[in-house]
Nanobody, 124 residues
Framework: QVQLVESGGGLVQPGGSLRLSCAASGTIFSINTMGWYRQAPGKQRELVAA???????NYADSVKGRFTISRDNAKYTVYLQMNSLKPEDTAVYYCNIDKVIIGAAPARYLYNMWGQGTQVTVSS
């Protein structure tokens, strides 16, 4: 089995920074796209940023220029550097993997895996 463990959430003042980490563990051959989603109270879960195995990224318009997603393929870890945080960034942030290869010959896959979530609160 594969597990995702997130860390780095917390309380920060507006304009501050946080760095989220999400490490995948288990029997892993490779991981396709890794991403961060967030869900604020009373709202739907939304994509914040994603990065594929080649390093291509995409961001929600609301975080462009403030957040940076990166990954360490050797450690099966994805990061989200969040700068210039705003109160509207307050949410539970979830790590996601769209596809992970856990076996070869024959190939075996796991799809749409989620971390447990980490709370980010931006408040003075």
């Amino acid at each position: 089995q594969v597990q995702l463990v997130e860390s780095g959430g917390g309380l920060v003042q507006p304009g501050g920074s946080l760095r989220l980490s999400c490490a995948a563990s288990g029997t892993i051959f490779s991981i396709n796209t890794m991403g961060w989603y967030r869900q604020a109270p009373g709202k739907q879960r939304e994509l914040v940023a994603a990065i594929n195995s080649g390093g291509s990224t995409n961001y929600a318009d609301s975080v462009k220029g403030r957040f940076t997603i990166s990954r360490d393929n050797a450690k099966y870890t994805v990061y989200l550097q969040m700068n210039s945080l705003k109160p509207e960034d307050t949410a539970v942030y979830y790590c996601n993997i769209d596809k992970v290869i856990i076996g070869a010959a024959p190939a075996r896959y796991l799809y749409n895996m989620w971390g447990q979530g980490t709370q980010v609160t931006v408040s003075s």
